[in-house]
């Protein structure tokens, strides 16, 4: 899967999504997906499958468990394996879940 194939199945949940960040700001919730770090697959010396890590973020105003189940289902549906972390941005007054997968050779 690209990153442009993961942006159109986030944009199918039905919240703004956006690389990085919003031009403007956007009110919650709305979906941050970015890369974060690679994790190749080495053999013989050289890069031999690209893994990328990317995360997608959950923005909310208030705990969503809904929203967190559309978000899961959709990456389970796609059957990208996921790690979950949640924080409250005092700064933003936002609660932030952050799923990390991984896109294989994409």
Same mark, same amino acid.
């Given at each position: 899967?690209?990153?442009? !194939?993961?942006?159109? !199945? &986030?944009? *199918?949940?039905?919240?703004?999504?956006?690389?990085? *960040?919003?031009?403007?700001?956007?009110?919650?919730?709305?979906?941050?997906?970015?890369?974060?770090? *690679?994790?190749?697959? %080495?053999?013989?010396?050289?890069?031999? %499958?690209?893994? *990328?890590?990317?995360?997608? !973020?959950?923005?909310?105003?208030?705990?969503?468990? !809904?929203?967190?189940? /559309?978000?899961?289902?959709?990456? /389970?549906?796609?059957?990208?394996?996921? %790690? /979950? =972390?949640?924080?409250? &941005?005092?700064?933003? /007054?936002?609660?932030?879940? =952050?799923?990390? =997968?991984?896109?294989?050779?994409?």
């Amino acid at each position: 899967m690209t990153l442009q !194939e993961l942006f159109q !199945e &986030l944009k *199918s949940i039905g919240y703004p999504v956006a690389y990085g *960040s919003f031009a403007k700001p956007t009110p919650p919730p709305y979906l941050i997906y970015q890369f974060a770090y *690679s994790n190749d697959f %080495m053999a013989d010396g050289h890069n031999y %499958m690209e893994i *990328s890590n990317i995360q997608v !973020e959950l923005y909310t105003e208030y705990k969503d468990l !809904e929203a967190e189940k /559309k978000v899961q289902d959709k990456l /389970k549906e796609l059957k990208l394996p996921y %790690m /979950k =972390i949640e924080t409250y &941005l005092e700064s933003e /007054k936002l609660y932030q879940v =952050i799923y990390e =997968i991984q896109l294989i050779g994409g």
